[in-house]
């Protein structure tokens, strides 16, 4: 990568796909870094960037002090840059090593082994009832929908459509959307319960973030995976967002946290 790259870092590698948001730099920093400053330095518009490395603090080998940041800033959590920071250290690390917390300022990722690919368990977030701002429904085109929740951590707004919505029709205008400056709004997760049994559907857009549509929205299942399996009644689930990319993943969601199968993620190079 053509970058300015400060001292501290020993190794950075890029994941992803260029041209849609879907690129992660990791960066994997010796100790004492200033994750901020390299954030600054990195420069990268069109990209996220996770910036992790060796805790000091830790006994365990396994524990990594991780950050993430997008081109506004720096992020609570990203699932598919988890992904990504893992692959990075498991290839770095003996194969005796096969799990690594990724802890993070606000929250901790868990990655380990599994086969050819990993798992990865999120937190859990709860949700509470919200009322959707009536110029976001009217931009997204929305006539009607079951509830409406939101996270206020995360500042994040899940809209659970009618069944059988074809969420694939709404087309929202990014640059009016993204304009709209609500107060605890920084995504927006429309989902929509599948047709098979313990499936569900969603789309994820985060304009607020320079990010019209994240083609690989892992975390927004820190979200989906509580609020479906209250909803659905099953632990064991299917998360299927409807992209461009059309990742699926395999959810078990516990009262520690949700586990998400990526291996798909792997396969696609996230």
Same mark, same amino acid.
């Given at each position: 990568?053509?970058?300015?790259?400060?001292?501290v870092?020993?190794?950075?590698?890029?994941?992803?796909?260029?041209?849609?948001?879907?690129?992660?730099?990791?960066? &994997?920093?010796?100790?004492?870094?200033? *994750? %901020?400053?390299?954030? $600054?330095?990195?420069?990268?518009?069109? +990209?996220?960037? !996770? #910036?992790?490395?060796?805790?000091?603090?830790?006994?365990?080998?396994?524990?990594?002090?991780?950050?993430?940041?997008?081109?506004?800033?720096?992020?609570?959590?990203?699932?598919?840059?988890?992904?990504?920071?893992?692959?990075?250290?498991?290839?770095?690390?003996?194969?005796?090593?096969?799990?690594?917390?990724?802890?993070?300022?606000?929250?901790?990722?868990?990655?380990?082994?599994?086969?050819?690919?990993?798992?990865?368990?999120?937190?859990?977030?709860?949700?509470?009832?919200?009322?959707?701002?009536?110029? &976001?429904?009217?931009?997204?085109?929305? *006539? %009607?929908?079951?509830? $409406?929740?939101?996270?206020?951590?995360? +500042?994040?707004? !899940? #809209?659970?459509?009618?069944?059988?919505?074809?969420?694939?029709?709404?087309?929202?205008?990014?640059?009016?959307?993204?304009?709209?400056?609500?107060?605890?709004?920084?995504?927006?997760?429309?989902?929509?319960?599948?047709?098979?049994?313990?499936?569900f559907?969603?789309?994820?857009?985060?304009?607020?973030?320079?990010?019209?549509?994240?083609?690989?929205?892992?975390?927004?299942?820190?979200?989906?995976?509580?609020?479906?399996?209250?909803?659905?009644?099953?632990?064991?689930?299917?998360?299927?967002?409807?992209?461009?990319?059309m990742?699926?993943?395999?959810?078990?969601?516990?009262?520690?946290?949700?586990?998400?199968?990526?291996?798909?993620?792997?396969?696609?190079?996230?």
């Amino acid at each position: 990568m053509e970058h300015s790259k400060p001292s501290v870092i020993e190794v950075a590698v890029t994941f992803g796909r260029a041209g849609d948001g879907g690129l992660h730099d990791v960066v &994997v920093a010796l100790p004492g870094h200033d *994750a %901020e400053e390299i954030w $600054c330095r990195w420069g990268g518009r069109d +990209r996220l960037l !996770v #910036v992790t490395s060796p805790s000091e603090k830790a006994t365990e080998e396994s524990v990594y002090d991780t950050r993430w940041f997008s081109s506004s800033g720096e992020i609570e959590l990203c699932g598919s840059g988890a992904v990504a920071a893992a692959r990075v250290i498991f290839s770095r690390t003996a194969a005796g090593m096969d799990r690594v917390c990724l802890r993070g300022i606000h929250h901790n990722i868990t990655a380990v082994r599994a086969g050819q690919g990993l798992r990865i368990r999120l937190p859990n977030f709860d949700t509470t009832v919200c009322t959707l701002p009536s110029y &976001v429904q009217d931009q997204l085109g929305i *006539a %009607e929908l079951v509830t $409406c929740v939101t996270n206020h951590e995360l +500042r994040t707004v !899940v #809209v659970q459509l009618l069944n059988g919505t074809d969420i694939l029709s709404v087309e929202p205008d990014f640059g009016q959307l993204g304009a709209m400056r609500h107060k605890g709004l920084e995504a927006l997760i429309l989902t929509v319960q599948g047709k098979d049994p313990g499936v569900f559907d969603y789309r994820y857009f985060t304009p607020w973030h320079g990010l019209d549509e994240s083609p690989v929205a892992v975390s927004a299942n820190a979200l989906l995976g509580p609020f479906w399996r209250q909803r659905l009644n099953q632990s064991s689930l299917i998360g299927r967002q409807l992209s461009d990319l059309m990742p699926s993943f395999r959810l078990q969601v516990e009262a520690e946290g949700t586990w998400v199968d990526s291996k798909s993620l792997l396969n696609r190079e996230y």
